[in-house]
């Protein structure tokens, strides 16, 4: 049985079912409540393995609201897991705010290792992977090319997030502000039926996805100046 009094971070796969990890399946079936960034997403993950435990919700919209309901759960001797649709919760997704309030309680934390989705992408770029930024998405507006401007003199492998919409507009900004010819790599759907992975200068790449409309989920990596 987990321990009592003790919250847990459960990666889930960004992709292929398969990449779920035996302990993860035991945290989850063996935890007082499951928290779940989408219920559907992850009602479907439990109903695979098999998982009947309580759910309840838990996203970037609510989530300053229901910290402190969840830290009086465990004080009260309830264990909690944490997922999110897809990868490790607290990366690009919900679960810092919770984590730094149990910690801040003196509540113990364990993160389970698990899918994400940057990592895969890192590696199969080709690019260093021995010193990396992680940057996760951009700015949507506001600040988005001062982020930009400010990493064009980073010397270490960057890697944002990209959702399909944005694509293109990201891929040619990037262009402008880190130079064509900077070397680069574009993996989408990690793990899926239709992974791919594209790799060649920023100029190419936004050439590429300006004549094969992007689709899926999408990791950047940029080489460094």
């Known amino acids: ?27 989850l079936k063996e935890a007082g409540v499951i928290l779940a960034e989408d219920t559907r997403t992850t009602g479907f993950l439990l109903k695979h393995f098999d998982i009947r435990n309580k759910m309840l919700s838990h996203h970037k919209f609510n989530e300053h609201q229901t910290v402190e309901g969840i830290v009086s759960r465990i004080k009260n001797g309830e264990s909690v897991a944490l997922v ?38 890192l590696v199969n770029s080709g690019l260093p992977g021995d010193r990396f930024v992680f940057e996760g998405f951009l700015p949507q507006k506001k600040g988005r ?19 399909p919409f944005r694509m293109v507009k990201t891929l040619t900004q990037m262009a402008e502000y880190l ?6 790599s574009v993996s989408r759907e990690i793990s899926k039926l239709h992974e791919q992975t594209v790799r060649g200068t920023l100029s190419e790449l936004t050439g590429y ?17």
């Open 179 to 184: 130079g064509t010819d900077r070397k680069a």
């Open 145 to 163: 090319q001062t982020r930009l401007k400010e990493l064009a003199g980073e010397t270490r492998t960057m890697i944002f997030y990209e959702s």
């Open 1 to 27: 049985m987990p321990e009592q009094n003790k919250l847990y971070l459960a990666p889930t796969p960004v992709g292929n079912l398969e990449d779920m990890t035996f302990r993860a399946i035991r945290i």
């Open 209 to 225: 996805f300006t004549q094969n409309e992007p689709r899926g989920e999408f990791v950047i990596v940029v080489a460094g100046k």
């Open 84 to 121: 999110s649709d897809a990868g490790t919760p607290g990366i690009s997704d919900p679960g810092f705010l919770l984590v730094r309030e149990c910690v801040a309680q003196g509540i113990e934390v364990e993160c389970l290792p698990g899918a994400t989705a940057f990592v895969p992408a």
